[in-house]
């Protein structure tokens, strides 16, 4: 199933894609349900690949550097509970297991007309929705190395691409610089290579292009840009493709 706002079911063009917005595809409140269901499939997704694993799988080494695919849970676990709690304006106590946390940051997080306090300060419900896909999305990638199986490729990571590109300006931020101009993407999706996702303006002055998933990898900071097929034209290709993250 799809889970693209406006495009219910169906894949769809670069067009379609990255101009939904300003056509007014996409209702807030659409694509509110639309990252959740986002959201509660990555969530099932993991669970389906933890769900009985022995304490020495557990104990394997994940992709996430000094981490055990138990590390790697625990700290889903810690994040997803602080965000159902910021969501619910309890944000302070936080704990419990990850199989526990994810139907709780999911359920706390469906209001759209709400703001939550996170990290990087207040933000829209959809916002902290999407960035917890990010992270579940990357972390499930650490378990699938520790356990030696391969990730499933999913146009889920839409949503992650999207949160890339819009955050340019808090990237920008954290960096101590400021872009020249607007900058768009046009990435491939991971399950249609005829399919291209785009973000951003047609005449923006940075284009930023490959695979969607070494953007969503690039930016979790599991690859440098130059290990990918991502290629950067302009004046701030080389400032985006070192500085985009989905994280705070």
């Given at each position: 199933m799809s889970h693209l706002p406006g495009v219910m079911g169906q894949r769809c063009p670069a067009t379609t894609l990255g101009q939904a917005s300003q056509m007014g595809l996409g209702l807030y409140a659409a694509g509110m349900s639309d990252i959740i269901e986002a959201l509660r499939e990555q969530n099932h997704e993991l669970l389906s690949m933890i769900t009985g694993l022995a304490e020495d799988e557990l104990a394997l080494p994940s992709a996430c550097r000094g981490w055990s695919v138990s590390d790697v849970l625990l700290h889903?676990?810690?994040?997803?509970?602080?965000?159902?709690?910021?969501?619910?304006?309890?944000?302070?106590g936080v704990a419990g297991e990850w199989a526990k946390s994810d139907s709780r940051v999911v359920t706390n997080v469906e209001d759209?007309?709400?703001?939550?306090?996170?990290?990087?300060?207040?933000?829209?419900?959809?916002?902290?929705?999407?960035?917890?896909?990010?992270?579940?999305?990357?972390?499930?990638?650490?378990?699938?190395v520790g356990l030696g199986i391969g990730q499933p490729q999913t146009d889920r990571i839409w949503h992650i691409a999207r949160l890339v590109h819009r955050t340019l300006p808090y990237s920008f931020l954290r960096a101590g610089c400021e872009p020249t101009g607007a900058v768009r993407f046009e990435l491939t999706s991971p399950t249609d290579?005829?399919?291209?996702?785009?973000?951003g303006e047609d005449d923006a002055e940075t284009a930023i292009t490959g695979p969607a998933l070494d953007i969503c990898h690039v930016a979790g900071q599991r690859a440098s840009a130059k290990?990918?097929?991502?290629?950067g034209a302009g004046p701030d290709a080389t400032t985006v493709l070192r500085i985009m993250r989905t994280f705070a």
């Open positions: 889903l676990a810690q994040t997803n509970e602080a965000a159902a709690a910021s969501a619910t304006g309890q944000l302070a759209p007309a709400a703001r939550v306090q996170w990290v990087a300060g207040d933000m829209a419900p959809r916002t902290l929705a999407t960035t917890r896909l990010a992270e579940t999305w990357i972390h499930t990638g650490d378990v699938c290579e005829q399919t291209v996702w785009c973000f290990e990918t097929s991502l290629h």
